[in-house]
């Protein structure tokens, strides 16, 4: 197995994470947010080919760079049909903010449970709270988790957006996340990473 290297960009209006891991000619991205462009360029630069976009929830601000970037490379996308209302909403101009549509896409359903990505165990993680498809992507040998919009640095997704709960939001920390290593590096869909291990005895909201 190459060893996956991780290229963090920060695109769109609201400034989301999109994490691409790759190979030495292979790639694989998690959320994309806004236009492609840096993406497309770093793509072009290292001569990878995309295989699959990741969707960790279907909000306006991960999913609208999904149909450019995917005409550009054939990359499939996959996201969790439980938030197909969310999808819905955000191309028809009905989602969050007010911001303009989201231009439409088709994606592959993607479930809980244990995919190889780029030769690599990823763990895919049913992890509602912040929308109720919202899908945590976990990675042991690399010791990364890619939650979305669940956790942040000692602060946790908002859950006042149609589908959130609350409840559910600290049940997916508890009982999916905070059981991983506690050296687990956790990359959000906003801002800086973090540790699990801080965020299980840290975070103000949802601890341990």
């Given at each position: 197995?190459?060893?996956?290297?991780?290229?963090?960009?920060?695109?769109?209006?609201?400034?989301?994470?999109?994490?691409?891991?790759?190979?030495?000619?292979?790639?694989?991205?998690?959320d994309?947010?806004?236009?492609?462009?840096?993406?497309?360029?770093?793509?072009?630069t290292?001569?990878?080919?995309?295989l699959?976009?990741?969707?960790?929830?279907?909000?306006?601000?991960?999913?609208?760079?999904?149909?450019?970037?995917?005409?550009?490379?054939?990359?499939?996308?996959?996201?969790?049909?439980?938030?197909?209302?969310?999808?819905?909403?955000?191309?028809?101009?009905?989602?969050?903010?007010?911001?303009?549509?989201?231009?439409?896409?088709?994606?592959?359903?993607?479930?809980?449970?244990?995919?190889?990505?780029?030769?690599?165990?990823?763990?895919?993680?049913?992890?509602?709270?912040?929308?109720?498809?919202?899908?945590?992507?976990?990675?042991p040998?690399?010791?990364?988790?890619?939650?979305?919009d669940?956790?942040?640095?000692?602060?946790?997704?908002?859950?006042?957006?149609?589908?959130?709960?609350?409840?559910?939001?600290?049940?997916?920390?508890?009982?999916?996340?905070?059981?991983?290593?506690?050296?687990?590096?956790?990359?959000?869909?906003?801002?800086?990473?973090?540790?699990?291990?801080?965020?299980?005895?840290?975070?103000?909201?949802?601890?341990?």
């Amino acid at each position: 197995m190459q060893d996956l290297q991780l290229k963090q960009f920060s695109i769109g209006r609201l400034v989301t994470n999109s994490y691409l891991l790759h190979n030495s000619s292979q790639a694989v991205l998690i959320d994309i947010g806004g236009e492609p462009a840096a993406v497309l360029k770093y793509l072009q630069t290292n001569k990878l080919e995309l295989l699959t976009i990741f969707n960790t929830h279907l909000h306006f601000d991960h999913v609208y760079g999904n149909r450019a970037l995917a005409e550009a490379t054939g990359a499939k996308i996959m996201g969790n049909e439980r938030d197909s209302f969310i999808k819905e909403e955000n191309v028809a101009g009905k989602g969050m903010f007010g911001l303009p549509p989201v231009p439409p896409f088709e994606f592959e359903n993607l479930d809980e449970g244990v995919i190889e990505v780029l030769g690599a165990e990823c763990r895919v993680l049913a992890t509602p709270g912040h929308t109720p498809g919202s899908l945590s992507f976990y990675f042991p040998a690399q010791n990364w988790i890619f939650c979305g919009d669940l956790l942040f640095h000692r602060a946790v997704g908002r859950t006042d957006f149609k589908g959130g709960d609350s409840e559910a939001l600290a049940e997916s920390l508890r009982g999916k996340v905070y059981t991983l290593p506690d050296d687990t590096i956790a990359y959000p869909g906003h801002d800086e990473e973090t540790v699990v291990g801080d965020e299980k005895r840290l975070n103000p909201y949802v601890r341990a």
